[in-house]
């Protein structure tokens, strides 16, 4: 069963730096481009970090310089370290999984991707 599980998520104060995990099961997952993606309440879900089969990483410019993207390939599992978040970073954030872009100019498109988990709350207060 092809299956994406997101956790960590919660209330976090801000400044904090919680850990999101995105555990895969039932697909190949070390050939899969791998994004998070977030959707803040009444707005568009958008890509936050995005990791390709080989490593190479996109962030949205909202993040970059606080998120990191990671992977461990031998678990099957997606990491987002989030750190510095403000009560703009609050939303449900997901996990999702698709098969090699062409460029990684797509990597934070959601249109690229075609597997996609739950979603984790994290919600920031002041």
């Known amino acids: 069963q092809v299956q994406l599980v997101e956790s960590g998520g919660g209330p976090v104060q801000a400044g904090g730096s919680p850990r999101l995990s995105c555990a895969a099961s039932?697909?190949?997952?070390?050939?899969?481009?791998m994004d998070w993606f977030r959707q803040a309440p009444g707005k568009e879900r958008e890509g936050v970090a995005a990791?390709?089969?080989?490593?190479?990483?996109s962030y949205a410019d909202s993040v970059k310089g606080r998120f990191t993207i990671s992977q461990d390939n031998a678990k099957y599992t997606l990491y987002l370290q989030m750190n510095r978040l403000s009560a703009e970073d609050t939303g449900m954030y997901y996990c999702?999984?698709?098969?090699?872009?062409?460029?990684?100019?797509?990597?934070?498109?959601?249109?690229?991707?075609?597997?996609w988990g739950q979603g984790t709350q994290v919600t920031v207060s002041s």
């Open positions: 999702a999984a698709g098969p090699p872009l062409a460029s990684i100019r797509y990597l934070l498109l959601t249109s690229a991707y075609n597997i």
């Open positions: 990791i390709d089969s080989e490593g190479s990483t």
């Open positions: 039932g697909f190949t997952y070390s050939r899969y481009c």
